[in-house]
């Protein structure tokens, strides 16, 4: 497939290099010359120094024969103008980086599409939701629901008290409520057979349905956690706001931000019930007087990745069980992971997840790059004649670092096992090693 990229930011940057090692043609354009100098001889792609506006570059860059546009250029006018033109000029598939939420609203879908523009990304939004979820749920470091809850896939950490420790996981999964579809564990991830054993300090995914989250949670040792009710926020960045906005009715919240134009603009995007604070919060003795020993959870989103880890370190020692960390440097995510300070946020993975499935040949309505594991989960919709239907799962011979974790099918979520039959019309949701879906797909269609 031939792939336009405009934006060598951070998000635009990463996706070309994930795209990159799946030997699709990509091509990436950005105004800033210096953001592309070290790229084009690092990774198989095309670098173009132009503007994604420009009707003439576009034309250079092969917009005609492009298969799929990606505008996320820091500024939302210009990637909406670039996914328009791109049209015009015979993309076939567009997608642009917003910043603006009413525009992600139903009512505006065939607007943007009248315009040329298929799919609109707001990654500060999608990880807002994200930090909702890990709120929501206390005990869960990650969490993503498929076919509207009717499966869920959730990663726990396993500590000493876990009730599933040092069996063999066929033991333990005999007419069990859930799948073990992958195990993170000193930095590898693991599709686990039957004769792997759970270890303290791993993170475990499930996947399950909602009506079996209390038993799961029980045998994970989980049942101490409490529900959040009081959140801290360092940072007054976009995420923040937008995570304030989900969070707000439920919780108490405070937002800790050190610049104090920033505060003013702040009280104006937040609801009245949510307290802005001028101050750094790495300052131990301002957590101390805003009740940080009365604080449940603290979420670090300023743009440093190193203040964003120290603070949730900080905040474990003064005594907060649960921390959010938003690590953009994508090298800082193992080292977050070791030290064990709770959930990590990458807006860069979550953006890459949802343009990735836009290049997928099946139908795909979920991918999701897990952020500690080196591992995608993806739902595929199954059509008629697929392979996958012709035999029961033992006997499909799937791709060794896959496993099948569920399907729904007629809304209703079910558990796989070796002699579930896969029919047409199922949405099958599959867990692979990283760079792996593309290899499956072909299974689906």
């Not at 210096?34 to 120094?49: K, Q």
Request: proline share 2%; with cysteine; glycine share 6%.
């Amino acid at each position: 497939m031939r792939i336009i990229i405009a934006g060598a930011g951070a998000v635009g940057t990463h996706l070309a290099k994930m795209l990159s090692d799946e030997q699709h043609d990509i091509v990436l354009m950005d105004a800033n010359e210096e953001r592309m100098a070290n790229l084009d001889s690092n990774f198989d792609l095309m670098t173009i120094a132009a503007s994604p506006t420009s009707i003439s570059s576009l034309k250079d860059a092969g917009v005609a024969d492009a298969d799929l546009f990606v505008a996320v250029t820091p500024e939302e006018s210009t990637n909406i103008t670039a996914c328009m033109l791109a049209h015009s000029l015979g993309a076939k598939k567009t997608v642009a980086r917003i910043d603006n939420y009413e525009y992600l609203q139903p009512k505006n879908k065939e607007f943007f599409n009248n315009l040329g523009i298929d799919s609109l990304i707001y990654p500060e939004m999608l990880a807002a939701k994200e930090i909702a979820d890990g709120l929501h749920l206390s005990w869960i470091r990650q969490w993503w629901e498929f076919s509207g809850g009717a499966l869920v896939m959730l990663g726990v950490k396993l500590r000493d008290n876990a009730l599933i420790l040092n069996t063999p996981i066929f033991q333990i999964k005999k007419e069990q409520p859930y799948h073990i579809v992958a195990i993170k564990r000193m930095g590898e991830t693991i599709i686990p057979g039957g004769d792997d054993m759970l270890q303290a300090g791993d993170l475990v995914y499930f996947m399950t349905t909602k009506r079996s989250l209390t038993y799961i949670r029980h045998i994970t040792g989980k049942d101490e956690y409490e529900s959040i009710h009081n959140v801290m926020i360092m940072g007054g960045s976009r995420i923040a706001v937008r995570s304030a906005q989900l969070i707000s009715e439920d919780m108490s919240l405070k937002i800790i931000e050190s610049d104090l134009a920033r505060c003013r603009w702040l009280t104006e995007m937040v609801s009245d019930n949510v307290m802005v604070i001028n101050g750094d919060g790495r300052d131990h003795e301002l957590l101390s007087e805003e009740g940080i020993d009365n604080v449940d959870a603290f979420v670090a989103l300023t743009d440093s990745a190193e203040t964003n880890i120290l603070a949730c370190l900080s905040a474990k020692r003064m005594g907060v069980f649960k921390t959010i960390a938003e690590v953009e440097n994508i090298d800082y995510i193992s080292m977050a992971e070791s030290l064990d300070i709770g959930s990590v946020i990458n807006k860069k993975k979550i953006a890459a997840s949802y343009i990735y499935q836009l290049l997928l040949d099946a139908d795909v309505s979920n991918v999701k790059c897990l952020t500690f594991a080196n591992a995608d989960v993806a739902e595929f919709i199954v059509k008629e004649g697929a392979r996958i239907t012709r035999s029961q799962v033992k006997d499909i011979s799937l791709p060794k670092g896959v496993t099948i974790g569920g399907l729904v099918r007629d809304g209703e979520g079910i558990l796989v096992t070796g002699s579930t039959q896969i029919q047409p019309g199922d949405h099958v949701v599959a867990f692979c090693l990283a760079s792996m879906i593309k290899r499956i797909e072909k299974y689906f269609n």
